[in-house]
């Protein structure tokens, strides 16, 4: 036993790990020097109606290019930006960039709608709900048109101060989506906690939804969020069986590169422009 202790004692100190921590702790210099420098970038995905197929809003990512020209992917920088805290400054700049757009929008799109996602550590901050109402205020948007997609991981360690967090955000009128929903770890009793709009399915329950016996899950999460009176949302999809099914099963709106691929904030507007 001594010895194996001592060994994982070693294993601590390897050096590989010890490349691993630089890199990380490069990668998030770089992410606040950049942040800073205003090198971050907002880009759009459009939602549409399946219904009417039009597009009814957009899901608002983060893109970082960094000075070499190359994307970083946002499935490798935020959870950085969530380990350093960057994540609080950035997802203030995030729900600002929002609010000027959905203002922007106003005017010819009244109807469109408009997501950010929210991290952890932001619930955590407890000027986080004042922060995102003022901006929402002074922004003098619809407050509906503001969603907050929170993914169910967020309730991991302290539920009750997000459920609080939320019952306050939606008293102002902001929409609530429950992101990548069946992925995480929470318990489904939460679920009747959440002040909740949507529900959005996940792109691992859509990618095999066309398959013979594959689509199950699906259609249970689409059962159970419509017996909870929620807009249902899916994600993913990119091929025309996926749409034609998720028809079938009763789905409202959809979202994935069948339709459109993220893109930058003028495009996102000529193709609203075209699908409206
Ligand atoms: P998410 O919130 O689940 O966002 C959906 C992701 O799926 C996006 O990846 C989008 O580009 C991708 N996607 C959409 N349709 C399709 C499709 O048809 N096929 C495939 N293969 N992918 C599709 P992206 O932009 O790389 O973002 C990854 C994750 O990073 C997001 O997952 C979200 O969790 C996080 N993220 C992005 N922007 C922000 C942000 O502003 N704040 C926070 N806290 N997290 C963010
Ligand atoms: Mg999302
Ligand atoms: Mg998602
Ligand atoms: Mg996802």
Redesign the pocket.
Known sequence: LAKKNRLEHFAFYNPEMEDQMQWRLNMIRQLRNDFAANCLE??Y?PQLSLDTGKVIGA?????WRTSDGNYV???VF?PL??YSGL?IE??DW?VAQACQQLKRLEQDFADISIS????IP?FRRDDFVDTVIDTMKSHQIRPSKLEL?I?ENILMDDPQLVVDALIKLKAEGISIAL??FGTGYSSLSYLQKLPLDRL?V??AFVTDIHKEGQSVLAETIINLGKKMNLKIIA????EIEQQERLIELGCDEV????YA??MPEADFVAFLKQNH
């Not at 950010?116 to 991290?119: F, I, M, R, T």
């Open positions: 907002l880009w995905q899901e608002a990512l983060l893109r992917s946002p499935a935020i930006a969530e994540i950035i997802g995030v950010v996602n929210v991290s932001q997609e993914t992101d990548d959005k996940d792109r994600e993913g999809i990119e979202q994935g590169f069948y691929k993220p």
